[in-house]
Every structure is written in C-alpha cells, then in structure tokens.
T-cell receptor, first 114, second 111 residues
Framework: DTGVSQDPRHKITKRGQNVTFRCDPI?????LYWYRQTLGQGPEFLTY????????KSRLLSDRFSAERPKGSFSTLEIQRTEQGDSAMYLCASSSALLRYEQYFGPGTRLTVT | DQQVKQNSPSLSVQEGRISILNCDYT??????FLWYKKYPAEGPTFLISISSIKDKNEDGRFTVFLNKSAKHLSLHIVPSQPGDSAVYFC??????????FGDGTTLTVKP
C-alpha cells in the first residue's frame, strides 16, 4: 500500500494559464475525492467519484474547474484560466466501498497563481 | 447546507492530561462524523469516526462523543502525549460522498 499520491507537489503559474493536477488513489479504493484548502481553513469539498462516475460536485466549483477519472483509477483536476483566488492547496483523498467514510488523503498540490 | 464549526482555534494541555476538542454542526443530514489529524506539509490523517446512530465511539486513547440534540460532538484524548500536537479537523460525511470540514483546532501538548 503506497498511499495516495499527487503530482505535482507544487505549481506556480501565471494568471490566465491552465493547470492540471493528477491524483493516484490507493489501488483498491473505488471512491475518490477532491478538496481545496486555504490557509487557516479546513478542506473544502469540490467533487467526488465512485469508480469513473462523478456523482457529486460542489456548487462552488465554477465552470473553470473540471475533474475526470476515466478508467476508475487515477484522476485529474484541471483549472482553466487561473485566477489569483485559485491559489490554494488541492487535496485528493480516496476510500474503499466498505469503509467509504474513512478517507485517506494525499500530500496535496500547492498552487500559486501570480 | 451543513456547516461545521470548531470554535476554539487552539488548545494547550499538559502531557498526561485530557484534551477535549469540540465541534458544532447545523443540521442532521449526515451519516458519519470524522476526526482527522494534520501535521504540517502533510494531508489530513483519519483518526476516528462515529455513526449518526451512535453516541460514543472509542479507539484506544481517543473517544468521540455525539450529542445529537445539541448538534455537538467532542473528541477526548486521554492521556495526551506530545506527539498528539497537530491540527485536528472534524468533518461530517454523507453516504452521497460529500464531506464538510470545520476550520480546525491546533492542539499543543506540553511535555
């Protein structure tokens, strides 16, 4: 069990550019979640996949954000036309079907938009 | 929408004593509540959970209490150890897959 991995760990981009983050969940986990966390706050739910199906999406997720999990394994989160307000830590988590509420988090991708 | 509040940003206790971390929520639309622990530069780590139909769950030094009438839960750590020093988040979870986190409480356990 190698845990949840995320790539890259850090990303600096200029406003208006597109960025894509990758998450590799624990291999036997069929549920995958994306969160955003800013300084001094708790993780904020963005979206949830069960296998390849995106079943829940936050109203806070603007049209500039899109997530995919094409084969029910790894997932990507893309942010188009980045804004300074997108600067945050982006966390991925996964859980099993049996213990669906017990989420295992990756180390996160820190995005800085300049 | 569910709101989860952790009203104490920080807590300091002496090693060996009890740490009590508190959390309030606004509605009963959840299936579980979880506590996570977070160290700097790492993602949150699952600590303990409680089902919406229970009022207590215990795992070693950690006990979570759920008071549904007061919409309040608490995490008790006994005895506290310096390695417990971290940020603690409470979070609700629905079987639809959505979680709502509080803003965290920083626990410092002094040797």
């Amino acid at each position: 069990d190698t845990g949840v991995s995320q790539d890259p760990r850090h990303k600096i981009t200029k406003r208006g550019q597109n960025v894509t983050f990758r998450c590799d969940p624990i291999s036997e986990h069929n549920r995958l979640y994306w969160y955003r966390q800013t300084l001094g706050q708790g993780p904020e739910f963005l979206t949830y996949f069960q296998n390849e199906a995106q079943l829940e999406k936050s109203r806070l997720l603007s049209d500039r954000f899109s997530a995919e999990r094409p084969k029910g394994s790894f997932s990507t989160l893309e942010i188009q036309r980045t804004e300074q307000g997108d600067s945050a830590m982006y966390l991925c988590a996964s859980s099993s079907a049996l213990l669906r509420y017990e989420q295992y988090f990756g180390p996160g991708t820190r995005l800085t938009v300049t | 929408d569910q709101q989860v509040k952790q009203n104490s940003p920080s807590l300091s206790v002496q090693e060996g004593r009890i740490s009590i971390l508190n959390c309030d929520y606004t509605n009963s639309m959840f299936d579980y509540f979880l506590w996570y622990k977070k160290y700097p530069a790492e993602g949150p780590t699952f600590l303990i959970s409680i089902s919406s139909i229970k009022d207590k769950n215990e795992d070693g030094r950690f006990t979570v209490f759920l008071n549904k009438s007061a919409k309040h839960l608490s995490l008790h750590i006994v005895p506290s150890q310096p390695g417990d020093s971290a940020v603690y988040f409470c979070a609700s979870y629905t079987n639809a897959g959505k979680s709502t986190f509080g803003d965290g409480t920083t626990l410092t356990v002094k040797p």
